[in-house]
């Protein structure tokens, strides 16, 4: 059974800063995976999609990177602002049921 | 674009009540799905439909119904609520012909069992 861990649960920093978010997943043979945003009280955003054949995706500030084979991705937030404070999510897509498994997300909070 | 929508955003039932929440898209996908979100514990799946007229159940299908009679629709039907079931739900939608396509989230419904 496919497990999905973030690390950390809960980030504080200071506006400016560039930050790195984790996502590690134990079942190597994902079709891809997605990075979310979800802000208090309302549904996920996508943020980025990085197929299984891809290293890394980028979207504006942010960069995604995928290692496929150690079961890690990370979430790079550049030159962070207020404005990035939410919960960030990532998923995995398996095969079978083609459903997305899920991370318990990190907490982000940027100090103005 | 209207995207994924879930109907109601809010809502609030006694124990033993039964209600079906809302879920529609507007973009042609084939594979749609419903999920809980729970704290510390993420989205868990509760069922999953390929395309019309074929549903599966997902990791929590205990106490929920499902049903896809059009591509676009897909109701998620508690039978007869309980506590546990107090959660936010959200229903997702991909393009599934394609495995590698990016999944789309509704806002949400957030339900209380009192």
């Known amino acids: 059974k496919q497990e999905v861990t973030q690390i950390p649960a809960a980030l504080s920093v200071p506006e400016g800063e560039n930050l790195v978010l984790n996502c590690s997943f134990t079942?190597?043979?994902?079709?891809?995976l997605q990075w979310f945003r979800q802000d208090p009280g309302k549904g996920l955003t996508s943020l980025l999609l990085?197929?299984?054949?891809?290293r890394e995706q980028t979207s504006g500030r942010l960069n995604a990177s995928l290692d496929k084979s150690s079961g890690r991705s990370t979430l790079y937030i550049a030159a962070s602002q207020p404005g990035d404070s939410a919960t960030y999510l990532c998923?995995?897509?398996?095969?079978?049921?083609?459903?997305?498994?899920f991370g318990s997300g990190t907490r982000l909070q940027v100090q103005p | 674009n209207a995207g994924v929508t879930q109907t109601p955003k809010f809502q609030v039932l006694k124990t033993g009540q039964s209600m079906t929440l809302q879920c529609a898209q507007d973009?042609?996908?084939?594979?749609m799905s419903w999920y809980r979100q729970d704290p510390g514990m993420g989205l868990r799946l509760i069922h999953y439909?390929?395309?019309?007229?074929?549903?599966d159940q997902g990791e929590v299908p205990n106490g929920y119904n499902v049903s896809r009679s059009t591509t676009e629709d897909f109701p998620l039907r508690l039978l007869s609520a309980a506590p546990s079931q107090t959660s936010v739900y959200f229903c997702?939608?991909?393009?599934?012909?394609?495995?590698?396509?990016?999944?789309?989230f509704g806002q949400g419904t957030r339900l209380t069992v009192v």
């Open positions: 998923a995995v897509r398996g095969s079978g049921r083609r459903a997305l498994t």
């Open positions: 439909s390929v395309g019309a007229g074929i549903t």
């Open positions: 973009m042609n996908h084939e594979y």
């Open positions: 079942d190597s043979a994902i079709y891809n």
């Open positions: 990085i197929q299984s054949s891809q």
């Open positions: 997702a939608s991909s393009y599934s012909r394609v495995m590698n396509t990016e999944a789309f």
